[in-house]
């Protein structure tokens, strides 16, 4: 899986190099401690315990050979939804590329690939000012509003794919 490789067709500048990546977790790691615990922890405290678990798969959005957006895809069931579920963990993108429509294209690679794969849906637990973003990925929120403990609100949403 780590040698697929999709390169994108620039929608902003046609002469910077994009592409995104299946990458490791120990890839994603210093990224997700920058972005999502503010570098408050070693990079060990930010694996999952679901990082490693067959079907598991991470993604890196490379911008002239910088990484500036991960996501992670763990094979996880949400309720009593039926099918095949992923949930979505730990999306970062780095502050200089925020806005950029990255973490839109890096999402939606991961739903057609997740289609190929025979996955129904994916899901998330999204903090609260992700919202909006997810919402316009296509995702509905299916929860009430929930704290994490030292992150903040959360609402989980979802997406049907097949």
């Known amino acids: 899986m780590g040698k697929n490789v999709l390169k994108l067709v620039s929608t902003y500048n046609d002469d910077e190099h994009k592409m995104i990546k299946f990458i490791t977790a120990d890839d994603i790691l210093p990224l997700r401690n920058e972005v999502l615990r503010e570098g408050k922890l070693t990079p060990d405290e930010c694996r999952f315990p679901t990082d490693t678990?067959?079907?598991?798969?991470?993604?890196?959005?490379?911008?002239?050979?910088?990484?500036?957006?991960?996501?992670?895809?763990?094979?996880?069931t949400y309720s009593d939804f039926a099918g095949t579920g992923y949930q979505l963990r730990g999306m970062a993108t780095t502050e200089k590329f925020r806005g950029l429509g990255i973490g839109n294209q890096l999402v939606n690679?991961?739903?057609?690939?997740?289609?190929?794969?025979?996955?129904?849906?994916?899901?998330c637990n999204a903090r609260k000012v992700a919202v909006k973003f997810y919402k316009n990925v296509g995702f509905e929120i299916v929860s009430t509003e929930f704290e994490v403990p030292g992150i903040g609100p959360h609402y989980v949403m979802y997406v049907k794919i097949q």
């Open 53 to 76: 678990i067959p079907g598991s798969f991470h993604l890196g959005y490379y911008k002239d050979d910088e990484l500036a957006c991960v996501v992670s895809f763990h094979p996880q």
């Open 109 to 123: 690679f991961a739903i057609v690939y997740l289609r190929g794969q025979k996955a129904n849906y994916v899901w």
